[in-house]
């Protein structure tokens, strides 16, 4: 059996390396754009400069399993066609390509690899005094200017978002909120319709200096699903059946952001458990048994306030939020085990 995965973050990884584990026989290759496995949920140090979060690819692999670097231009028929005009056949495939983002032109994206490299080389650039200027309110942005904040205190740094840490609720918000403030963010309740020419201009009509604006929001998914001929969602998401099998192309299976999943999220707490269920169903199908149909359950939101600061929210498995949350150095902790639970979950494709 030939099985192709395209994509190499937290789902991808993972699907790779439980295929290798449990669908016997499987020839699994992997088809990403970079050389690197990047530990996404870490980008934020990446960009403050306070750690390096890409490791070779071939280091989160099992043996045999085949890497081809490149882009993928079209899935179709049991075949991946590559841009540089190669193609690679498959029996399965496992679209992993995960979520993108769209920035304002004049703004640095800190949501992707080669975003958060020329931030980190552009903010390292700037001179004391200088400001910054992240824009996006959600787990990104605040982990972002808090992160920034705390590695560069010579810096002027601010947050600007319609409504700053509404990805969280209550106590665990307020705790957020004073987390920016006590690491002397700015926090402007705005949008940004515009960056050039060292400024920002508001939607209110304001403009505001900025040496460096970065870009902290996620959205949308590569349109490869869409540009191959799948059924996707409204948001380009390829629609899956309740084994997260295309519905257009049961041979593949759609896991991640890139997955329309009603309720979904992106986040390393979509990516692993979807890859689990994938390909737990394809190794079920591959023995001649009944696969069992994906359940969607989610468990807290973590954001990081600086190296020594977090706050965790616990959530109801519909990913709606508790009262309950943990704060300070438990909370770091909490998000500590995280990083390097994710990391090990994804190397060693064991249950998620």
């Not at 790779?16 to 949920?41: C, D, H, M």
């Not at 403050?48 to 280091?59: M, Q």
């Not at 999220?265 to 199908?285: E, M, N, S, W, Y």
């Amino acid at each position: 059996m030939k099985v192709v995965v395209v994509g190499a973050g937290y789902a991808g990884t993972f699907a790779a390396n439980r295929v290798a584990k449990k669908v016997k026989g499987a020839e699994v290759t992997v088809v990403n754009a970079r050389p690197e496995f990047v530990e996404r949920i870490r980008l934020h140090q990446q960009v403050a400069g306070t750690a390096t979060v890409a490791t070779p690819l071939t280091g989160m692999l099992r043996p045999g399993i085949a890497v081809r670097i490149g882009s993928v231009e079209k899935i179709g028929d049991g075949t991946v066609v590559l841009d540089d005009g190669e193609s690679l056949a498959f029996d399965h495939l496992f679209l992993a390509v995960g979520s993108t983002v769209r920035a304002l032109p004049g703004t640095v994206p800190v949501g992707t690899w080669e975003g958060a490299r020329q931030a980190r080389a552009e903010l390292a650039a700037l001179p004391g005094g200088s400001t910054v200027t992240v824009v996006g309110g959600g787990a990104t942005g605040v982990e972002t200017a808090t992160e920034v904040a705390e590695a560069r205190p010579d810096l002027r740094v601010r947050i600007v978002a319609p409504a700053v840490a509404d990805c969280l609720s209550g106590g665990a918000r307020r705790r957020a909120l004073a987390a920016l403030d006590r690491l002397r963010v700015e926090t402007v309740d705005d949008g940004v319709t515009e960056a050039a020419d060292g400024m920002v201009r508001l939607r209110s009509g304001r403009e505001l200096d900025s040496d460096l604006t970065l870009w902290g929001i996620v959205a949308g998914v590569p349109d490869l699903a869409a540009r191959s001929g799948l059924e996707v969602d409204a948001d380009g998401r390829a629609v899956v059946d309740a084994y997260l099998r295309s519905v257009t192309d049961p041979r593949i299976f759609a896991v991640g952001d890139c997955a329309g999943v009603a309720g979904a999220r992106f986040g390393c707490q979509t990516a692993a458990p979807q890859a689990q269920a994938a390909v737990d169903a394809l190794a079920r199908l591959a023995e001649g048994r009944e696969p069992e149909p994906y359940d969607l359950r989610y468990v807290a939101r973590c954001v990081s306030l600086g190296r020594k600061d977090a706050v965790a929210q616990f959530t109801h498995p519909d990913d709606s939020l508790k009262d309950s949350h943990l704060k300070g150095f438990t909370a770091v902790a909490f998000k500590r085990m995280v990083f390097t639970g994710t990391r090990y979950i994804t190397r060693k494709a064991v249950s998620a």
